[in-house]
């Protein structure tokens, strides 16, 4: 266990068929929203299992756009978890409407039996986040959204290619949103994002605002933005997709050493519910001394991180503004979770040496314990 191997918390793969595509990109003389673009979009949708994809700038774009696309206003309400990324919230607060949070299960997913009580007459949709990988429990959300007549929005950004019971993550609301940053299980080497839906005019209007509003060259039919895609990393994704699923396995391999290894350690594990098809794209243990854990793992050369330390509710910026509420697991659980690395790289030999340090760590641990207790003893 030295410093000569690091292992990264995550890491993005390039091989010749990435670098190939690339320059086919670059050489095709088309920058932007062309061919590559337009066969992402299509590849994607049939991969998710939409009729219509569509790529925005990045994953916060497309949660934006699908949200004015759905007509969310000013004052209205979205019902949304708070052990998210902070992005899921930010286009809720730029149209000036308001999140409201609900407390999360062991999953770390939205708690549907929570839902109700905070739904209000200026209440316009939900929006489950699929968090580390790992579905929302569709089935409920459902429900109470068939109830109460409000959309679900699935913010996917997480979860590329994870699914609830036999649909992919993504087809099951009024539209998915996700990202390709270069952590996340389907990356284009930079910022982007997709909206996946099978609402034909939302897809439309979606087009229109990423790109200025045009319906058409030169006629500017509502007022929009620059939220566009460039070709070469669509011919990236492209690429990426093609690997998806056995990236995905991979990443399922990686849990499974790390149940393995880890198994019987006081250490919570993530839960993979039987009507989930989890993608890891963080594999996040809980531990009441979470961060002395964490300050040993790295001193081994190891990358771990916290997704969040500080839950949406309780950022600042918007704390002030709002009120206090209980979202007891929610707060109890950012204190103790951390991220293991994960990718689809990460051999058994790297997990098993994490895994000794995380042995090594809890053993000395509870040494020092026995040794302080017996010292106490009169
Ligand atoms: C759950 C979740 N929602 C939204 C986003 C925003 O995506 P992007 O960084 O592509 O804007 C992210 C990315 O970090 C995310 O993890």
Not at 128 to 137: I, T
Not at 330 to 354: A, D, G, N, V
Request: with cysteine; glycine share 6%.
């Amino acid at each position: 266990m030295g410093k000569a191997c690091p292992i990264l918390l995550s890491r993005v793969h390039i091989d010749k068929e990435i670098q190939k595509a690339t320059l086919r990109a670059l050489n095709s003389g088309h920058y932007i929203l062309g061919k590559e673009s337009q066969a992402f979009e299509e590849e994607f949708a049939d991969y998710i299992g939409t009729k219509y994809a569509i790529l925005t700038g990045s994953g916060t774009a497309a949660l934006w756009l699908t949200l004015i696309s759905l007509e969310v206003k000013a004052h209205d309400e979205i019902i949304v978890p708070s052990l998210t990324a902070f992005p899921t919230i930010e286009p809720i607060l730029t149209i000036g409407a308001n999140p409201v949070f609900v407390d999360i299960t062991d999953t770390y997913t939205i708690d549907p039996s929570k839902i109700e009580e905070k739904i209000s007459p200026k209440t316009k949709g939900i929006i489950p986040v699929h968090l580390y990988g790992h579905p929302a429990n569709m089935n409920e959300i459902k429900n109470i959204a068939r109830r109460h007549n409000l959309f679900i929005l699935e913010d996917c950004c997480q979860a590329h290619g994870a699914r609830f019971e036999n649909k992919r993550v993504g087809s099951i609301g009024i539209a998915g949103c996700f990202s390709f940053y270069p952590s996340k299980n389907l990356t284009v080497c930079g910022d982007g994002g997709i909206v996946t839906t099978n609402n034909k005019s939302l897809s439309k209007t979606l087009r229109m605002l990423r790109d200025h509003g045009r319906s058409s060259k030169y006629t500017h039919s509502i007022l929009g933005f620059n939220e566009r895609f460039n070709e070469i990393q669509a011919a990236i994704g492209r690429v990426n997709l093609k690997k998806l699923d056995s990236y995905n396995e991979h990443r399922r391999q990686v849990a499974l050493w790390y149940r393995k290894f880890l198994s019987g350690l006081p250490l919570e594990l993530p839960q993979e519910k039987s009507w989930a098809y989890h993608v890891y794209h963080m594999f996040v243990i809980r531990f009441k001394e979470r961060d002395k854990l964490k300050l040993f793992i790295e001193s081994k050369n190891i990358g771990t991180g916290i997704h969040y330390p500080i839950p949406c509710h309780l950022q600042p910026a918007i704390s002030a503004k709002s009120r206090p509420i209980n979202l007891a697991l929610t707060e109890e659980y950012c204190k103790e979770i951390l991220s293991l690395p994960i990718y689809p790289m990460l051999t058994k030999k790297q997990t098993t040496h994490i895994c000794n340090a995380i042995n090594f760590f809890l053993h000395r641990q509870s040494e020092e314990k026995k040794a302080a207790k017996d010292h106490d003893l009169p």
